[in-house]
Every structure is written in structure tokens, then in C-alpha cells.
């Protein structure tokens, strides 16, 4: 394994580590669905790991939580979580960095792009989210919809908004300090 894989997998573990501290703050309780920082650190993940990585680092975080490590918000954990009225939204944590840094790579990568990119990712996370929690918990739809996404838009509109920002910023500076590994160096980082 080359070296420059061996770092992206470490980035990827410490990244799956980020998620999980941020799953632990907890701003808002909802009985059915925690109010946590989790959506800023998924939104920041495929700008600063890109696709590939950011993937596998959600992917560690589920599989972590699966096997009981409590990972998930209010240190929760077990398949249970993933088939219970959160899980939709923790599966749509992988498709959404998945889809959010195809939409990224090898493009500029901009505020706005990033920003525009990390909106589809959070549409990702509410359909499967809501969905499982309507059937899970046996709600109508626009109860599910209430609980499960309308008091969070705008509050992780603000999230995506500053991990987008954030993270162009800290990406430009790794790529101009020459510290931007080898697999995202295709990627752009305007100016």
C-alpha cells in the first residue's frame, strides 16, 4: 500500500472520529430525532477528503456504531439505531458524502459550488431520514416531515453553510502550503 493511501485512511479514521464527537453535541433534544452538529462535520468531510475517502470514512462510523461502539448521538449504538427511527437519516450519511464529492471532484472547487453541492447532500440525508421515520414510528407524513426535518433546515443550512466555508478555506491553504494529498490535487481550489 503506498504511503499516500496509508495517510488518506488515517485521515479517514481521525474524520470518522470528528463525526463522532460532533454526534455527542447535542444542541436540541426531539424525542424521535437528536438535534447534533453531525451534518457540519458530513458536510465538511468530502471537501477535505473528497469522495472516496470521505466514504470510507462514514462508512467506519456506521460500522463502528453497528458493532456497538457508541458512536451515534448520545453515545447510542447497535444495529437497532440503523433499522430504528434514526437509522434513514445514518445511512443517508454515506450516500449523501458519496454523491456530495462526486459533485466535487476535479471541479473548482468554490464556496457556492461547495455550498450548492452540500444542499443535495442534506436532501440525501432528510429523504432517507424522514422516510424511515415515518415508517418506523407509523407517523403521517407531515408529522414526519415536522419531526423530522422542519425544525432542522434552517439550522443545518447554517451548518452546511459554514462547513462549506471552512472547508474551501482550509483546503485552499493546504494546496497552496504544498500539504494537499496526492488524490485530491486534481481537485480545484479557486481563489
Request: hydrophobic share 60%.
Amino acid at each position: 500500500m503506498r504511503s499516500e493511501n496509508v495517510k488518506m485512511l488515517i485521515l479517514s479514521a481521525l474524520f470518522c472520529a470528528f463525526i463522532a464527537v460532533f454526534a455527542q453535541i447535542s444542541i436540541l433534544f426531539i424525542p424521535q430525532v437528536p438535534f447534533t452538529l453531525q451534518n457540519f462535520a458530513l458536510a465538511l468531510i468530502p471537501i477535505m477528503l473528497g469522495r472516496r475517502y470521505g466514504t470510507i470514512a462514514v462508512l467506519l462510523y456506521l460500522l463502528l456504531g453497528a458493532i456497538g461502539i457508541p458512536v451515534f448521538a448520545q453515545f447510542k449504538a447497535g444495529l437497532g439505531i440503523l433499522v430504528g427511527s434514526t437509522g434513514g437519516y445514518l445511512i443517508g450519511y454515506a450516500v449523501a458524502v458519496f454523491v456530495i464529492g462526486t459533485m466535487l471532484k476535479g471541479k473548482d472547487i468554490t464556496f457556492l459550488r461547495a455550498f450548492l453541492a452540500n444542499i443535495v447532500g442534506l436532501i440525501i440525508i432528510y429523504a432517507l431520514g424522514v422516510t424511515q421515520l415515518k415508517f418506523v414510528t407509523h407517523l403521517p407524513w407531515s408529522q414526519a416531515f415536522g419531526i423530522g426535518m422542519g425544525l432542522f433546515i434552517i439550522p443545518d443550512l447554517i451548518k452546511i453553510a459554514a462547513a462549506s466555508y471552512i472547508g474551501v478555506l482550509v483546503r485552499r491553504r493546504l494546496a497552496s502550503a504544498g500539504l494537499l494529498p496526492v488524490s485530491l490535487r486534481n481537485d480545484k481550489i479557486a481563489v
